[in-house]
Antibody
Framework: EVQLVESGGGLVQPGGSLRLSCAASGFTFSDHYMNWVRQAPGKGLEWVGRTRNKANSYTAEYAASVKGRFTISRDDSKNSLYLQMNSLKTEDTAVYYC?????????????WGQGTLVTVSS | QSALTQPASVSGSPGQSITISCTGTSSDVGGYNHVSWYQQHPGKAPKLMIYDVSNRPSGVSNRFSGSKSGNTASLTISGLQAEDEADYYCSSYTTSSTLVFGGGTKLTVL
């Protein structure tokens, strides 16, 4: 059974940093492109970014709203995905999901975690 | 990258069919056959209903179907059921190698 379990959310002050983790199991993590998607309270889904696999040099893309502040990384030996969030703003408050496709590079995300809440507030 | 445009809400009676539109540009919806649709119930993670415009993942009811014409994709739900009441989101791959979601549509089953 595929499982994605996010952790690391919490309350952080504006300008602060936070690192989210996503533990994966039940599939060949190292083959898959991995993604972060967020959802602000009462709002819609927003794509945050993606990291590709080793065969594609672990390249990453980001949404314009987080580019330069957020960094996605992965540790294939630990089947884990990370999201380093710096210079956090109140508008970054959201539930953060990690997600991936059924196929390694699918842009349709079949598997989702339960999400972890990040609250940016003073 | 601007969000794809969806109607804020749609409604229908049980047994009826409804269609949700998702309008983008030639840089996203119109340029690729990588449009997906998600269903999200309150407090739950999204569920993939359609991928690559018109493909259904295993386990998704054939009452759900997808299509695309030009820069607009559509999700049709036939034989509407009470459990279909949820928020629906479209997404598309873009020329910037990013992904963009629609603003979401709230489906009410009357």
């Amino acid at each position: 059974e595929v499982q994605l379990v996010e952790s690391g959310g919490g309350l952080v002050q504006p300008g602060g940093s936070l690192r989210l983790s996503c533990a994966a199991s039940g599939f060949t993590f190292s083959d898959h492109y991995m993604n972060w998607v967020r959802q602000a309270p009462g709002k819609g889904l927003e794509w945050v970014g993606r990291t590709r696999n080793k065969a594609n040099s672990y390249t990453a893309e980001y949404a314009a709203s987080v580019k330069g502040r957020f960094t996605i990384s992965r540790d294939d030996s630990k089947n884990s995905l990370y999201l380093q969030m710096n210079s956090l703003k109140t508008e970054d408050t959201a539930v953060y999901y990690c997600a991936c496709g059924y196929y390694y590079d699918s842009s349709g995300y079949y598997y989702w975690g339960q999400g972890t809440l990040v609250t940016v507030s003073s | 990258q601007s969000a794809l445009t969806q109607p804020a809400s749609v409604s229908g009676s049980p047994g009826q069919s409804i269609t949700i539109s998702c309008t983008g540009t030639s840089s996203d919806v119109g340029g690729y056959n990588h449009v997906s649709w998600y269903q999200q119930h309150p407090g739950k993670a999204p569920k993939l209903m359609i991928y690559d415009v018109s493909n259904r993942p295993s386990g998704v009811s054939n009452r759900f179907s997808g299509s695309k014409s030009g820069n607009t994709a559509s999700l049709t739900i036939s034989g509407l059921q009470a459990e279909d009441e949820a928020d629906y989101y479209c997404s598309s791959y873009t020329t910037s190698s990013t992904l963009v979601f629609g603003g979401g549509t709230k489906l009410t089953v009357l």
